[in-house]
């Protein structure tokens, strides 16, 4: 049997026949071709090879698709000033492969390395030495370097200088983030925005961690934008393509009620109390009496927003997370349930000292008592015994019905998350007697504004607010307006009044307990309170520190603007100054700026300036904030060395007080300052300096923080 070979070549492998191997040859080609032609068709018309869609795939392959990221919303105060708001800063890396360079074979590597770090220095807290170092690696290959955290987060001013040298190999990666300008500023309630990586998408965005940032961080996130662009193989846009696009829609804006000057204020005065006193919290809340507004508010321990120096050690906001006992602030409210619900005779008499209830003892804060004393004068020596006696009056249905409507055991749904509710206890008569007087019941700060504004506002409580209104910054338009929620009526107005009038007593009483809340000019109603603190157990913790002091205060008491609540947890007690002392040292400022800047405008009030130099920088500060005056500090030591307002100069509250301390000195941001603040900065300092435009600061040559010596260059753009 011949096989097919040798039948198709004839023989065995002999001549061959090629008419028969032509015409296979020929029928072979044809079916060959036949099937290559149907498997193009079929890519043709379905466009897919191996389930890949090559149409798509070649639109995703000269498709450039461009994120337009959305700009976060800014947080402002009441005059619009900002307290967050986005921004951009950069970080600097150098190529130092010399394998890089462009079409145009120019050097895209560092050529002069001691150049470079001459300039370098120039611009960024970095040595010449220490930056040659760092572009003169061991390992020869090295790709590129960067410069550590001299080289991080540099300001747009600065990346627009450095950049301007034309350094080859000197490249810069833009970066959102987040500025705080004001440092230490009712942090706790603004919170923080801080940048995470979106692992699905590849993108990073800032994301609320806490406070205002956190619980409206979807409006303040805004959208991303996007557009499509089709380019060729050489990277030009190929002329009319359709082009896919979704326009940017950028963050809402948040108004807050917060006066800056207050806070700044309320800031300088708890930072030196807390100094003093070492306590393992407070808290400090100034409120609007009639409308419930919050002017300022702030707490200890706290962090600064700019840094987040602090923040481990301060993520609570413990205005509403923080639930504890008040103690005798709480008979504010005791009172004000005995007046209006008819149990209450002022000049009737009791036994102080003690009180027996269901065999047990209810004592005062003198065990000793005072003897036979009227309920009025009771009030005044903030008796635990008269309070007592007034809910064994009401009983403890009624009571514990107006601790209802004055709303204590529940959230007041402020703007601010992770608000808890409080807690009593309730069940036994004991138990009752000592809510009267703040134990056995836990509120929050914010609660307590809450009601107190019954008793400020004639009887009618309303909701304590931070916000004004929330504003799409695309349109203009108001997204949401905040202002005045009444939120019940739990005492009438005469109440409320004879309340205010027993609380002025503690103040001006030769035998009230208050005195040192007293300020020239304004009359005050105040209760001051001291309450056992929890040790965690069912019991109270032992020791003379081992105490929440705080203060409840309205003014004018007649017809109260203000309210003022502070509280102090556990401070050590030196001997040399009471609690009562030294929350006044918080009230007394505070106060006396509300009532003087509601008053008078703030460009007429005018203050002598005092003499601060060789005073410690604490010292300086507190002093400067209880008169008023705007004070920016220069330097990182302790003892003021400089003041750029000579003393005894008299100035409106308007104008800036730089005082220089000894040590390193650093850079202030001088953002939003004017002209003549920024001359007193430089001759102040040493700087020299170069100053263009009109208005007031918008850029600055010198980094915020940098470190600053006589004869350096500090170049301004005024807007």
């Given at each position: 049997m011949k096989t097919f070979f040798e039948k198709l070549l004839g023989g065995q492998y002999g001549k061959v026949n090629t008419k028969t191997f032509g015409k296979w040859l020929f029928f072979l080609c044809i079916i060959v071709f036949a099937g290559l032609a149907t498997r193009f068709t079929v890519i043709?018309?379905?466009?897919?090879?191996?389930?890949?869609?090559?149409?798509?795939?070649?639109?995703?392959?000269?498709?450039?698709?461009?994120?337009?990221?959305?700009?976060?919303?800014?947080?402002?105060?009441?005059?619009?000033n900002p307290i967050a708001e986005d921004t951009s800063t950069y970080s600097i890396y150098a190529v130092l492969d010399k394998k890089q360079v462009s079409t145009s074979k120019k050097p895209m590597y560092v050529v002069n390395k001691t150049k470079t770090a001459k300039i370098l220095a120039k611009y960024l807290p970095i040595s010449q030495k220490k930056a040659k170092k760092i572009l003169s690696p061991?390992?020869?290959?090295?790709?590129?370097?960067?410069f550590g955290s001299a080289g991080s987060n540099i300001s747009l001013m600065t990346k627009k200088a450095?950049?301007?040298?034309?350094?080859?190999?000197?490249?810069?990666v833009q970066q959102q983030a987040r500025l705080y300008p004001n440092g230490i500023f009712a942090s706790n309630i603004i919170g923080v925005a801080l940048s995470q990586n979106n692992e699905k998408t590849g993108t990073t965005n800032l994301v609320g961690q806490m406070g205002l940032e956190q619980a409206f961080n979807k409006q303040l996130k805004g959208s991303d934008g996007y557009q499509d662009s089709q380019y060729d193989l050489y990277g030009?846009?190929?002329?009319?393509s359709k082009k896919k696009e979704k326009k940017v829609k950028n963050g809402d804006n948040i108004y807050t009620t917060i006066d800056t000057r207050l806070q700044t204020l309320m800031e300088s005065a708890m930072s030196s109390v807390y100094k003093q006193a070492n306590p393992s919290s407070m808290t400090a809340v100034l409120m609007n009496a009639k409308t419930g507004s919050i002017l300022a508010a702030t707490q200890r321990p706290t962090f600064n927003a700019s840094t987040l120096s602090g923040i481990k050690n301060s993520w609570s906001d413990n205005l509403v997370q923080d639930s504890y006992e008040p103690g005798s602030t709480m008979k504010i409210f005791t009172m004000a349930a005995a007046i209006n619900s008819g149990h209450y005779n002022g000049n009737a008499t009791y036994q102080s000292g003690k009180y027996i209830i269901d065999g047990k003892v209810v004592p005062d804060w003198n065990t000793n008592g005072w003897g036979y004393i009227t309920?009025?004068?009771?009030?005044?020596?903030?008796?635990?015994?008269?309070?007592?006696?007034?809910?064994?009056?009401?009983?403890a249905e009624t009571w514990k019905d107006y601790i209802n409507k004055f709303h204590l055991q529940q959230?007041?749904?402020?703007?601010?998350?992770?608000?808890?509710?409080?807690?009593?206890?309730?069940?036994?008569?004991?138990?009752?007697?000592?809510?009267?007087?703040?134990?056995?019941?836990?509120?929050?700060?914010?609660?307590?504004?809450?009601?107190?504004?019954?008793?400020?506002?004639?009887?009618?409580?309303?909701?304590?607010?931070?916000?004004?209104?929330?504003?799409?910054?695309?349109?203009?338009?108001?997204?949401?307006?905040?202002?005045?929620?009444?939120?019940?009526?739990?005492?009438?107005?005469?109440?409320?009044k004879k309340v205010r009038k027993h609380m002025e007593d503690v103040v001006y009483k030769s035998y009230g307990i208050g005195h040192d809340y007293k300020i020239n000019g304004y009359k005050i109603a105040a209760k001051t309170g001291t309450a056992q603190v929890s040790n965690g157990s069912g019991g109270y913790a032992s020791g003379d520190d081992s105490y929440l002091y705080s203060v409840a205060g309205m003014a004018p008491a007649k017809d109260p603007k203000y309210v003022l609540y502070i509280t102090m947890k556990q401070p050590t007690l030196s001997g040399s100054k009471t609690a009562t002392q030294l929350l006044s040292e918080v009230f007394k400022p505070v106060m006396a700026r509300a009532l003087q800047d509601s008053?008078?405008?703030?460009?007429?009030?005018?203050?002598?300036?005092p003499s601060v130099i060789y005073k410690t920088t604490s010292d300086a500060k507190s002093d400067l904030a209880a008169k008023g005056i705007t004070t920016t500090v220069v330097g990182t030591g302790d003892t003021i060395v400089k003041q750029s307002i000579a003393a005894d100069t008299t100035i409106t509250g308007n104008q800036r007080l730089i005082i220089l301390a000894n040590g390193k000195q650093t850079m202030p941001r001088i953002y939003g300052w004017n002209k003549a603040d920024i001359k007193k900065l430089c001759k102040l300092t040493g700087l020299k300096l170069k100053i263009s435009g009109s208005g007031y600061a918008d850029s600055q040559s010198i980094s915020t923080g940098a470190a600053i010596s006589k004869g350096d260059t500090l170049t301004v753009q005024l807007e």
């Open positions: 043709a018309v379905s466009k897919n090879v191996k389930n890949v869609n090559l149409n798509k795939r070649a639109k995703e392959l000269y498709t450039q698709t461009q994120t337009i990221k959305a700009k976060r919303g800014g947080i402002y105060d009441a005059n619009g061991k390992n020869k290959d090295t790709f590129q370097v960067e450095i950049a301007a040298e034309h350094l080859p190999g000197i490249n810069f030009y846009q190929i002329n009319g309920y009025d004068k009771g009030f005044a020596l903030s008796s635990n015994v008269a309070m007592a006696h007034l809910e064994q009056s009401m009983g959230s007041t749904n402020s703007e601010l998350p992770g608000e808890t509710d409080g807690q009593i206890q309730f069940t036994y008569p004991i138990e009752q007697a000592d809510t009267s007087f703040g134990q056995g019941i836990e509120v929050t700060a914010m609660q307590m504004m809450q009601g107190l504004t019954a008793i400020s506002n004639n009887g009618t409580m309303v909701k304590p607010h931070i916000l004004s209104k929330i504003v799409d910054p695309n349109t203009g338009k108001v997204v949401k307006k905040y202002g005045t929620t009444e939120v019940g009526k739990p005492i009438s107005a005469s109440t409320a008053n008078t405008s703030a460009d007429k009030i005018k203050v002598k300036v």
